[in-house]
Protein backbone atom coordinates (compact mmCIF):
# COMPACT_ATOMS: atom_id res chain seq x y z
CA UNK A 1 0.00 0.00 0.00
CA UNK A 2 1.50 3.52 -0.84
CA UNK A 3 0.49 6.62 1.42
CA UNK A 4 0.39 10.39 0.01
CA UNK A 5 1.80 12.36 3.29
CA UNK A 6 2.12 15.83 4.21
CA UNK A 7 4.33 16.78 7.63
CA UNK A 8 3.80 19.99 9.84
CA UNK A 9 5.89 21.31 11.95
CA UNK A 10 8.40 19.12 10.65
CA UNK A 11 11.86 20.60 12.47
CA UNK A 12 14.12 18.77 9.95
CA UNK A 13 12.31 16.02 9.30
CA UNK A 14 14.01 13.44 11.32
CA UNK A 15 10.82 11.49 12.05
CA UNK A 16 10.24 10.87 8.72
CA UNK A 17 13.56 9.47 7.79
CA UNK A 18 12.05 5.55 7.32
CA UNK A 19 8.81 6.58 5.67
CA UNK A 20 9.76 6.20 2.41
CA UNK A 21 11.24 2.81 3.23
CA UNK A 22 7.47 1.53 3.92
CA UNK A 23 6.11 3.25 0.49
CA UNK A 24 4.61 6.81 2.33
CA UNK A 25 5.63 9.68 0.42
CA UNK A 26 6.01 13.07 2.60
CA UNK A 27 4.85 15.31 -0.74
CA UNK A 28 4.67 18.43 0.99
CA UNK A 29 6.17 19.40 5.24
CA UNK A 30 6.29 22.48 7.13
CA UNK A 31 8.54 24.27 9.36
CA UNK A 32 8.84 27.90 11.00
CA UNK A 33 12.49 28.00 11.49
CA UNK A 34 14.80 28.53 7.95
CA UNK A 35 17.53 26.72 9.48
CA UNK A 36 15.90 23.54 10.40
CA UNK A 37 13.88 24.45 7.07
CA UNK A 38 17.48 24.24 5.32
CA UNK A 39 18.52 20.84 6.25
CA UNK A 40 14.99 19.44 5.44
CA UNK A 41 15.68 20.42 2.14
CA UNK A 42 18.81 18.44 2.45
CA UNK A 43 17.41 15.60 4.00
CA UNK A 44 14.47 15.05 2.00
CA UNK A 45 15.04 16.80 -1.72
CA UNK A 46 11.91 15.36 -3.21
CA UNK A 47 9.61 17.33 -0.77
CA UNK A 48 8.02 20.38 -1.22
CA UNK A 49 9.19 22.44 1.98
CA UNK A 50 6.88 25.53 2.82
CA UNK A 51 8.93 27.66 5.59
CA UNK A 52 6.78 30.19 7.38
CA UNK A 53 4.23 30.25 9.70
CA UNK A 54 1.58 27.57 10.04
CA UNK A 55 -0.68 30.72 11.56
CA UNK A 56 -0.46 33.03 9.02
CA UNK A 57 -3.17 32.74 6.15
CA UNK A 58 -0.56 33.37 3.50
CA UNK A 59 1.49 29.97 4.91
CA UNK A 60 -1.78 28.20 4.44
CA UNK A 61 -2.45 29.25 1.03
CA UNK A 62 1.16 27.95 0.02
CA UNK A 63 0.89 24.84 1.86
CA UNK A 64 -2.07 23.69 -0.07
CA UNK A 65 -0.53 25.39 -3.32
CA UNK A 66 1.73 22.94 -2.43
CA UNK A 67 -0.38 20.10 -2.18
CA UNK A 68 -1.91 21.41 -5.34
CA UNK A 69 -4.99 19.05 -5.19
CA UNK A 70 -3.87 16.04 -4.78
CA UNK A 71 -5.17 13.97 -2.32
CA UNK A 72 -3.68 13.54 0.98
CA UNK A 73 -3.82 9.82 3.27
CA UNK A 74 -2.10 10.73 6.40
CA UNK A 75 -0.74 13.95 8.19
CA UNK A 76 1.74 13.73 10.72
CA UNK A 77 1.87 16.52 13.12
CA UNK A 78 4.33 17.23 15.95
CA UNK A 79 3.34 20.98 17.74
CA UNK A 80 6.15 22.49 19.58
CA UNK A 81 6.11 21.31 22.61
CA UNK A 82 7.35 24.25 24.76
CA UNK A 83 4.02 25.48 25.82
CA UNK A 84 3.40 22.08 27.57
CA UNK A 85 6.34 21.22 28.23
CA UNK A 86 6.67 20.83 32.80
CA UNK A 87 10.24 22.06 32.55
CA UNK A 88 9.18 24.87 31.06
CA UNK A 89 7.40 28.22 32.69
CA UNK A 90 3.74 26.49 32.43
CA UNK A 91 3.46 24.58 35.91
CA UNK A 92 0.03 24.06 35.72
CA UNK A 93 -3.38 24.23 33.74
CA UNK A 94 -4.33 28.22 34.21
CA UNK A 95 -0.90 29.20 32.82
CA UNK A 96 -1.23 26.41 29.90
CA UNK A 97 -4.41 27.53 28.93
CA UNK A 98 -3.32 30.58 27.94
CA UNK A 99 -0.38 29.77 26.42
CA UNK A 100 -0.47 30.36 22.50
CA UNK A 101 2.19 27.69 22.00
CA UNK A 102 -0.39 25.31 23.25
CA UNK A 103 -2.71 26.54 20.16
CA UNK A 104 -0.63 25.04 17.41
CA UNK A 105 -2.55 22.29 16.93
CA UNK A 106 -5.46 23.54 16.50
CA UNK A 107 -3.73 24.62 12.98
CA UNK A 108 -3.07 20.86 12.18
CA UNK A 109 -7.09 20.41 12.78
CA UNK A 110 -7.97 22.83 10.67
CA UNK A 111 -6.23 21.22 7.78
CA UNK A 112 -7.48 17.84 9.22
CA UNK A 113 -11.02 19.37 8.35
CA UNK A 114 -9.62 20.64 5.17
CA UNK A 115 -7.74 17.56 3.64
CA UNK A 116 -10.00 14.24 5.16
CA UNK A 117 -6.70 12.29 5.27
CA UNK A 118 -7.67 8.80 6.23
CA UNK A 119 -4.90 8.67 8.56
CA UNK A 120 -3.55 11.44 11.48
CA UNK A 121 -0.71 10.96 13.94
CA UNK A 122 -0.31 14.20 16.32
CA UNK A 123 2.40 13.80 18.42
CA UNK A 124 4.27 15.31 21.49
CA UNK A 125 5.34 15.67 25.13
CA UNK A 126 3.00 13.55 27.69
CA UNK A 127 1.50 16.74 28.61
CA UNK A 128 -0.55 16.70 25.17
CA UNK A 129 -2.75 14.19 26.61
CA UNK A 130 -3.80 16.48 29.66
CA UNK A 131 -3.66 20.42 28.56
CA UNK A 132 -7.24 22.31 28.44
CA UNK A 133 -7.78 24.67 25.59
CA UNK A 134 -10.37 27.79 25.16
CA UNK A 135 -12.63 25.97 22.78
CA UNK A 136 -16.71 26.91 22.79
CA UNK A 137 -15.90 29.28 25.52
CA UNK A 138 -14.76 26.29 27.95
CA UNK A 139 -11.86 23.97 28.93
CA UNK A 140 -11.44 21.60 26.64
CA UNK A 141 -8.46 18.46 26.05
CA UNK A 142 -6.86 18.09 22.88
CA UNK A 143 -9.15 14.25 22.96
CA UNK A 144 -12.26 16.25 23.82
CA UNK A 145 -11.79 18.86 20.62
CA UNK A 146 -10.87 15.64 18.29
CA UNK A 147 -13.36 13.71 19.17
CA UNK A 148 -16.48 16.77 18.88
CA UNK A 149 -14.84 17.88 15.64
CA UNK A 150 -14.22 13.88 14.05
CA UNK A 151 -15.63 11.21 16.09
CA UNK A 152 -18.16 10.97 13.43
CA UNK A 153 -15.33 10.50 10.79
CA UNK A 154 -12.86 8.91 12.67
CA UNK A 155 -11.51 6.41 15.57
CA UNK A 156 -9.92 8.40 17.80
CA UNK A 157 -7.42 6.88 20.02
CA UNK A 158 -4.77 8.21 22.15
CA UNK A 159 -1.70 6.28 24.18
CA UNK A 160 1.20 7.70 25.90
CA UNK A 161 4.69 5.55 24.22
CA UNK A 162 8.04 4.90 25.71
CA UNK A 163 9.97 5.13 22.59
CA UNK A 164 12.51 2.02 24.26
CA UNK A 165 9.39 -0.08 24.23
CA UNK A 166 9.91 -0.17 20.47
CA UNK A 167 13.60 -0.49 19.49
CA UNK A 168 14.72 2.41 20.20
CA UNK A 169 17.83 2.57 22.76
CA UNK A 170 16.15 5.86 24.09
CA UNK A 171 13.75 6.43 26.73
CA UNK A 172 11.66 9.13 25.12
CA UNK A 173 7.85 9.12 26.14
CA UNK A 174 5.44 10.79 23.50
CA UNK A 175 1.79 11.20 23.55
CA UNK A 176 0.55 9.57 20.31
CA UNK A 177 -2.92 10.52 18.75
CA UNK A 178 -4.03 8.46 15.95
CA UNK A 179 -7.28 9.22 14.10
CA UNK A 180 -7.96 6.59 11.50
CA UNK A 181 -11.52 7.00 9.02
CA UNK A 182 -14.07 4.31 10.39
CA UNK A 183 -13.70 1.26 8.49
CA UNK A 184 -9.85 0.94 8.45
CA UNK A 185 -7.34 -1.03 10.93
CA UNK A 186 -4.93 0.44 12.48
CA UNK A 187 -3.42 -1.38 15.51
CA UNK A 188 -0.74 -0.12 17.92
CA UNK A 189 2.87 -1.32 17.13
CA UNK A 190 3.40 -4.57 19.28
CA UNK A 191 6.44 -3.57 21.88
CA UNK A 192 9.85 -5.54 21.63
CA UNK A 193 10.75 -8.69 23.73
CA UNK A 194 14.03 -7.12 25.24
CA UNK A 195 15.15 -3.55 25.08
CA UNK A 196 18.51 -1.89 23.05
CA UNK A 197 20.55 -1.20 25.53
CA UNK A 198 23.63 1.72 25.15
CA UNK A 199 25.72 -0.98 24.96
CA UNK A 200 24.35 -3.08 22.33
CA UNK A 201 23.68 0.61 20.17
CA UNK A 202 26.91 2.25 20.46
CA UNK A 203 29.45 -0.18 23.16
CA UNK A 204 31.17 -1.14 20.08
CA UNK A 205 32.43 2.37 18.83
CA UNK A 206 35.66 3.62 20.09
CA UNK A 207 36.51 5.62 23.45
CA UNK A 208 37.47 9.23 22.85
CA UNK A 209 38.65 12.33 25.49
CA UNK A 210 37.42 15.63 24.94
CA UNK A 211 38.60 17.16 22.11
CA UNK A 212 39.41 14.05 20.46
CA UNK A 213 38.40 12.51 16.88
CA UNK A 214 38.22 9.01 15.19
CA UNK A 215 38.36 7.96 11.59
CA UNK A 216 34.83 7.49 11.86
CA UNK A 217 31.62 9.82 10.28
CA UNK A 218 30.51 12.13 13.08
CA UNK A 219 32.42 10.49 16.03
CA UNK A 220 34.22 12.89 17.17
CA UNK A 221 34.43 14.37 20.95
CA UNK A 222 33.55 17.84 21.71
CA UNK A 223 36.14 19.62 23.81
CA UNK A 224 35.69 20.42 27.66
CA UNK A 225 36.75 22.76 29.89
CA UNK A 226 39.80 20.53 31.85
CA UNK A 227 37.90 20.80 35.53
CA UNK A 228 34.82 19.53 33.86
CA UNK A 229 36.76 16.72 32.29
CA UNK A 230 38.41 16.14 35.66
CA UNK A 231 35.27 15.82 37.63
CA UNK A 232 33.88 12.90 34.98
CA UNK A 233 37.21 11.13 35.31
CA UNK A 234 36.37 10.57 38.54
CA UNK A 235 32.44 9.72 38.28
CA UNK A 236 31.14 6.28 37.74
CA UNK A 237 29.00 4.56 35.35
CA UNK A 238 25.54 5.71 35.95
CA UNK A 239 26.56 7.81 38.58
CA UNK A 240 26.91 12.00 39.05
CA UNK A 241 29.86 14.29 39.28
CA UNK A 242 27.55 16.22 41.81
CA UNK A 243 27.59 13.39 44.07
CA UNK A 244 31.30 13.20 44.41
CA UNK A 245 33.18 13.62 47.62
CA UNK A 246 36.35 15.16 46.04
CA UNK A 247 35.95 15.45 42.42
CA UNK A 248 32.81 17.71 42.65
CA UNK A 249 31.51 20.55 40.19
CA UNK A 250 33.15 23.55 41.71
CA UNK A 251 33.12 27.40 41.24
CA UNK A 252 36.36 28.51 40.58
CA UNK A 253 36.77 30.20 44.61
CA UNK A 254 36.20 25.88 44.97
CA UNK A 255 32.47 26.63 46.35
CA UNK A 256 30.80 23.13 45.57
CA UNK A 257 28.07 23.87 42.52
CA UNK A 258 24.52 23.42 43.99
CA UNK A 259 22.86 21.34 41.23
CA UNK A 260 20.22 18.41 40.44
CA UNK A 261 21.96 14.57 40.02
CA UNK A 262 21.24 14.59 36.92
CA UNK A 263 23.65 17.03 35.84
CA UNK A 264 27.22 15.87 35.65
CA UNK A 265 25.98 12.30 35.03
CA UNK A 266 27.09 9.62 32.92
CA UNK A 267 24.35 7.27 31.56
CA UNK A 268 24.45 3.45 31.97
CA UNK A 269 25.38 0.76 29.80
CA UNK A 270 23.05 -1.87 30.41
CA UNK A 271 20.12 0.30 29.78
CA UNK A 272 18.33 2.44 26.92
CA UNK A 273 19.88 6.12 27.39
CA UNK A 274 17.87 8.35 28.80
CA UNK A 275 15.50 11.10 26.61
CA UNK A 276 18.67 12.98 24.24
CA UNK A 277 17.70 17.02 24.91
CA UNK A 278 18.60 19.90 22.64
CA UNK A 279 21.49 20.60 25.30
CA UNK A 280 23.01 16.93 24.77
CA UNK A 281 26.70 19.18 24.18
CA UNK A 282 26.38 20.30 27.75
CA UNK A 283 28.30 17.98 30.34
CA UNK A 284 26.43 20.22 32.94
CA UNK A 285 22.88 19.39 31.24
CA UNK A 286 20.65 16.36 32.16
CA UNK A 287 22.09 13.17 31.58
CA UNK A 288 24.50 13.27 28.27
CA UNK A 289 27.47 12.10 29.41
CA UNK A 290 28.94 9.05 28.02
CA UNK A 291 28.55 5.70 30.61
CA UNK A 292 32.69 5.22 30.12
CA UNK A 293 34.71 2.60 31.25
CA UNK A 294 36.73 1.42 34.42
CA UNK A 295 40.60 2.41 33.92
CA UNK A 296 43.27 0.62 35.69
CA UNK A 297 44.30 3.69 37.30
CA UNK A 298 40.63 3.64 39.14
CA UNK A 299 39.54 6.62 36.62
CA UNK A 300 36.59 6.57 34.07
CA UNK A 301 37.29 6.63 30.29
CA UNK A 302 35.29 9.29 27.96
CA UNK A 303 34.69 12.37 30.33
CA UNK A 304 32.77 13.88 27.73
CA UNK A 305 29.07 14.34 26.34
CA UNK A 306 27.78 12.09 23.17
CA UNK A 307 29.25 11.81 20.33
CA UNK A 308 26.89 13.56 17.33
CA UNK A 309 26.94 9.69 16.23
CA UNK A 310 26.46 8.48 19.33
CA UNK A 311 23.18 10.56 19.40
CA UNK A 312 22.12 9.73 16.00
CA UNK A 313 22.28 5.92 17.01
CA UNK A 314 20.36 6.77 19.90
CA UNK A 315 17.90 8.09 18.27
CA UNK A 316 17.50 5.52 15.96
CA UNK A 317 18.99 7.08 13.36
CA UNK A 318 21.17 4.97 10.53
CA UNK A 319 24.72 5.15 11.12
CA UNK A 320 24.84 5.92 7.42
CA UNK A 321 22.30 8.78 7.57
CA UNK A 322 22.33 11.31 4.63
CA UNK A 323 23.14 14.28 6.92
CA UNK A 324 24.82 16.35 5.30
CA UNK A 325 28.65 16.88 6.42
CA UNK A 326 28.51 20.97 7.13
CA UNK A 327 25.58 20.60 8.73
CA UNK A 328 26.55 22.33 11.78
CA UNK A 329 26.89 19.93 14.98
CA UNK A 330 24.96 22.28 17.40
CA UNK A 331 22.17 21.90 15.13
CA UNK A 332 21.66 18.45 14.48
CA UNK A 333 21.72 18.11 18.36
CA UNK A 334 19.05 20.53 18.57
CA UNK A 335 16.91 19.19 15.81
CA UNK A 336 17.43 15.36 17.37
CA UNK A 337 16.59 16.55 21.17
CA UNK A 338 13.44 17.81 19.93
CA UNK A 339 12.03 15.19 17.65
CA UNK A 340 10.29 11.64 18.00
CA UNK A 341 12.69 8.97 17.39
CA UNK A 342 12.08 7.90 13.20
CA UNK A 343 11.71 4.14 14.21
CA UNK A 344 8.98 4.75 16.26
CA UNK A 345 7.42 6.67 13.60
CA UNK A 346 7.99 3.71 11.14
CA UNK A 347 6.55 1.16 13.21
CA UNK A 348 3.32 3.31 14.26
CA UNK A 349 2.72 3.56 10.47
CA UNK A 350 4.14 0.21 9.62
CA UNK A 351 0.82 -1.27 11.33
CA UNK A 352 -1.23 1.13 8.48
CA UNK A 353 0.47 -1.36 5.94
CA UNK A 354 0.38 -4.56 8.14
CA UNK A 355 -3.76 -4.27 8.87
CA UNK A 356 -5.31 -2.04 6.73
CA UNK A 357 -6.87 -2.24 3.73
Known sequence: MKLTGISLFTGAGIGETYLKDIGVN??????????????????????????GDITSNETTKRIF?????????????????QGMSVAGKNRNQETMVDDNRNYLVMNAIFLIEKLAPRYVIIENVPALLKVKLKYKNS??????????KFGKEYDIEAKVLDSADYGVPQTRLRAIIKLSKKGSSWNWPPKVSKKTTVKDAIGYLPSLESGQSSNIKWHYA?????????????????????????HYPQKEDGTRVKGYESSYRRIKWDEPSPTITIRSDAISSQRNVHPGRLLENGEYSDARVLTPLEIMILNSLPIDWNVPADTPEILMRQCIGESIPPLLIKKLVQEIKTHGE
Open 26 to 51: IIVANELLEKRANLYRKLHPKTNLVC
Open 65 to 81: EAIDGRKVDIIIASPPC
Open 139 to 148: PWSVMDILND
Open 222 to 246: RKHDVRQVEWMKHTPTGQSAITNKV
